[in-house]
């Protein structure tokens, strides 16, 4: 798989300006080359698996060369630099992001780059083989194939165009070496990605209890089309595609306690993040599609695939009285600290809202070293815990240790991506804009009932409450960074609520194009984003 993969990778001048003459001169004939593979459904099977872990390597730090972003905790970047989290242990991969200092040549803006159009040739790959000569099982495997194929290019695509705006929209195999590459408008990479949902929702399986453990469904396309939309400026069929999710029947929010450690204390927003409970096997109807990272099992994470809870979870272990444990949420780094601004706000959250519960915000931490003199008692946050990042009220869906390996650096619970709780936000940012606040304000308040917070009036429902709700919700899961610049909100709210960041203006709500692109391709104009 790993040939097949960095063999699609390669094809595309984009994903790297050098190097490509050996992945394309490599024998594959032997064990797995598009040619051997791309032949039956089994292939395509083997194929689309694939996909599935390319994707997933969005959150790799050093893991899988092929397509690791090579520092630690990428997915954070998109959460510095904008208004819930600060850079906390000053960690290079992050700092540049929050300080604004990052270049056309840092590694994330490359690396992201490079794992989005990987994305894109191994999904064309599978879409060009797939109108060759095949021994299809079933007359539906064809269609079924291209449409998990399409709906990643669309996911890729959706990076990109969030991180550099008009980028190269590429529909085929590029099988010449090409210099010539130009940036095609934001607003077709849209309309392309909309049609390539559109296709995924009309052939992939409809019944989430009918395909495999993290399998997409209709449905999952359904939930990013409405987002596309949004992008899109399509306001109306935004809102009708998140209603389609929300009536189909298969998908509910939960309020009753399930899944592991159901009979312990907890509430039902904390089970979902509880290790083994992100998929519909364990009771959870209110995911849409969940990446596998389970630990210890083929096909899942691995130490260097998500590092979520080493940003998240404070150093406590290095303050008197505290050692490594599991049930404190492992070896963290507190690479990003929460902004006092909402987590220690009396009023960011009802008093009756469970997603401040202990359950979900750690606020009361006890010393567990049995040989110290302070076991058993309550730890104070102070200036100097917050500021050596031992301790600070910490986010638990990210908590994950292992007993038997304290040190443990990965997050490998399985994650859900799309949930139905930001299917109803996304219906809500939908109607907002459609200047419609009482069915926004509707929308919302499903999530607060659950919740068991109070519902708000029309008056209330703006774009800046829903953005708080949004954290409430959906903080350390969603990309905040695509949030804020979806709605017109990044400038405004970081230069609000964060310091670190004050010098941002319009020019940051995009990355600049990587310069090894620019560099290499000398055949057409290829401007780069202003500002860089």
């Not at 040619?35 to 959150?59: M, P, Q």
């Not at 000053?90 to 992001?97: A, E, H, K, N, Q």
């Not at 269609?143 to 991180?163: E, P, S």
């Not at 529909?171 to 934001?186: A, G, L, M, S």
């Amino acid at each position: 798989m790993k040939n097949i993969l960095a063999a699609a990778a390669a094809t595309f001048l984009l994903v790297t300006s050098t190097g490509c003459s050996g992945f394309l001169d490599e024998d594959l004939k032997s064990s797995l080359a598009p040619d051997n593979t791309y032949t039956s459904s089994y292939g395509f099977e083997v194929g689309v698996t694939g996909l599935y872990g390319w994707a997933r390597s969005e959150f790799n730090t050093w893991g899988d060369a092929t397509t690791s972003q090579g520092q630690a905790c990428p997915y954070e970047s998109f959460q510095v630099g904008t208004d819930i989290v600060y850079a906390g242990h000053g960690d290079g991969s992050l700092v540049p992001f929050e300080n604004l200092s990052y270049t056309p040549s840092t590694t994330f803006v490359t690396s992201y780059w490079n794992w989005g159009y990987g994305l894109i040739a191994s999904s064309n790959e599978i879409l060009e083989y797939s109108e060759g000569d095949v021994s299809w099982d079933k007359p539906t495997d064809k269609a079924y194939y291209q449409a998990v194929a399409r709906f990643f290019r669309a996911y890729a695509y959706r990076y990109l165009v969030y991180l550099y705006g008009d980028v190269p929209y590429v529909d085929k195999i590029e099988k010449n070496f090409r210099i010539d590459f130009t940036r095609t408008p934001k607003t077709e990479v849209l309309g392309k990605m909309i049609e390539d949902l559109q296709f995924a929702i009309a052939n992939l399986p409809e019944d989430p209890d009918k395909v495999e453990v993290g399998q997409l469904t209709k449905w999952a396309a359904q939930h990013m089309l409405s987002e596309v939309y949004l992008m899109a400026g399509k306001y109306a069929e935004a809102e009708a595609a998140a209603k389609a999710v929300i009536d189909c029947g298969y998908f509910n929010l939960m309020t009753s306690r399930f899944g592991a450690d159901k009979d312990q204390q907890g509430d039902p927003f904390s089970d979902m993040f509880k290790e083994y409970n992100q998929n519909r096997t364990s009771g959870n109807k209110e995911s849409i599609w969940v990446m596998q990272l389970e630990y210890n099992t083929t096909g899942g994470g691995g130490e260097y695939e998500d590092w979520t809870k080493r940003a998240w979870v404070p150093k406590y272990y290095n303050e008197d009285g505290f050692v490594l444990a599991d049930t404190l949420g492992g070896r963290g780094l507190a690479q990003i600290v929460p902004f006092k601004w909402w987590i220690e706000s009396s009023d960011f959250f009802a008093a009756t809202d469970i997603r401040n519960s202990e359950y979900n915000i750690k606020r009361n931490w006890y010393y567990n070293d049995v040989t110290s003199d302070k076991y058993g008692k309550k730890a104070d946050f102070t200036d100097d815990t917050w500021s050596k990042l031992t301790l600070f009220p910490a986010v638990t869906k990210f908590f994950y240790g292992k007993a038997d390996n304290l040190s443990y650096g990965g997050n490998n619970k399985d994650r859900m991506k799309f949930r139905l709780a930001e299917t109803y936000l996304l219906l809500a940012e939908a109607r907002l804009m459609q200047n419609n606040a009482q069915g926004a304000a509707e929308a919302i308040n499903v999530i607060r009932k659950r919740a068991n917070a109070p519902e708000i009036t029309a008056s209330q429902a703006t774009i800046d409450f829903l953005l708080d709700e949004r954290i409430r919700e959906l903080v350390g899961e969603e990309l905040r960074r695509f949030t804020l610049v979806r709605t017109g909100k990044l400038v405004e709210r970081v230069k609000k609520y964060n310091p670190y960041s004050s010098t941002m203006d319009e020019h940051n709500t995009l990355w600049p194009i990587p310069q090894t692109i620019i560099d290499s391709n000398t055949g057409a104009e290829f401007p780069q984003n202003p500002g860089y």
